[in-house]
């Protein structure tokens, strides 16, 4: 498919779409700011917040960014045992000291206040850990435990058991992004996307969208320079449904891929009541999705 025709939006075809969507015909060039929208995330750099006085509270939005953070990592369920052991040893009270250490607000880790599960973990009570799939391009999963003994080790197992639910966990392990007020992973690895590329195509009603995905209260909103062409919401587990602006529903799957830059790409194939199918990629470059996409546009594929 040459770069011209992928973005091609809509053919004569899609005679039930409303004329909203139906005249919307760009060029490459238009799509410039929408890709300079996309690439714009990065990791806060806020100011050196210093360490607490002695004996003082830490607040729990609060976290400390080591330059070598202890990996807690486990790539299957032998290896939760000694993820463990290095965890016990990875609390703020025995990392507070190390030399290079520094509390970073919450807020100047995009990853923790931009996703679901960061926004989880922040609001939990001590104790409390996260994991990500490793390495999170090609391991799409996370574990989220609170309140209670052993925290690492059990987010640790719930990543883990989400691994093999998709069908990866032979190619990955899961590592433990923050532990209580401690982030154990590099602070480059907190980057979140608040806008990435998605595409979505249909030949039943003759569609080939670049778009931009958002994470919103309600769903994923999937829009173009000239506002909302639909939204996506997932739920219960991998179940998805997808309604376009103009009022069409197509119900169908999700299909995890791993993570980009923060956020969760995955391939979504729905259809409607009629059998209509539409194709859905999310989380990939705009270039991956003009070129590389291939097979994962077809059904199923």
């Excluded at 690895?189 to 590329?197: C, D, N």
């Excluded at 994923?220 to 991998?238: F, K, M, T, Y």
Aim: aromatic share 6%; net charge positive.
């Amino acid at each position: 498919m040459s770069f011209s025709r992928g973005l091609r939006p809509f053919l004569g075809r899609a005679s039930t779409l409303s004329s909203r969507l139906h005249n919307r015909r760009y060029r490459y060039w238009t799509f410039l700011p929408l890709f300079a929208l996309i690439s714009c995330t990065s990791v806060g750099g806020g100011p050196d917040l210093g360490r607490p006085k002695p004996g003082a509270a830490l607040s729990d939005q609060l976290l400390l960014v080591l330059n070598q953070p202890p990996i807690i990592h486990a790539a299957n369920q032998a290896g939760l045992r000694d993820a463990g052991s290095v965890a016990a040893r990875s609390t703020y009270a025995r990392l507070g000291d190390r030399r290079g250490g520094r509390l970073v607000a919450a807020s100047e880790l995009p990853y923790l206040t931009g996703s679901s599960e960061g926004r989880a973990f922040l609001a939990a009570e001590l104790p409390r850990a996260l994991a990500r799939g490793e390495p999170a391009a090609s391991c799409p999963a996370v574990g989220l435990s609170t309140g209670r003994p052993g925290v690492a080790v059990k987010a640790l197992d719930a990543c883990l058991a989400r691994l093999e639910e998709v069908g990866t966990l032979e190619d990955c392990g899961c590592r433990v992004v923050a532990l209580g007020n401690v982030l154990t992973v590099p602070r480059s690895e907190t980057a979140y996307a608040t806008g990435i590329s998605a595409r979505l195509a249909s030949d039943a009603l003759g569609l080939d969208l670049l778009l931009v995905a958002e994470e919103t209260d309600s769903g994923i909103l999937l829009r173009d320079l000239r506002g909302e062409v639909g939204r996506l919401a997932v739920g219960p587990g991998d179940a998805a449904t997808l309604t376009l602006s103009e009022g069409a529903v197509f119900s169908g799957e999700r299909i995890p891929v791993g993570f980009r830059r923060g956020r969760l790409g995955a391939r979504y194939y729905l259809a409607d009541p009629d059998g209509r199918r539409v194709t859905v990629l999310i989380g990939f470059d705009p270039q991956e999705l003009v070129a590389g996409a291939g097979a994962w546009l077809a059904w199923g594929g």
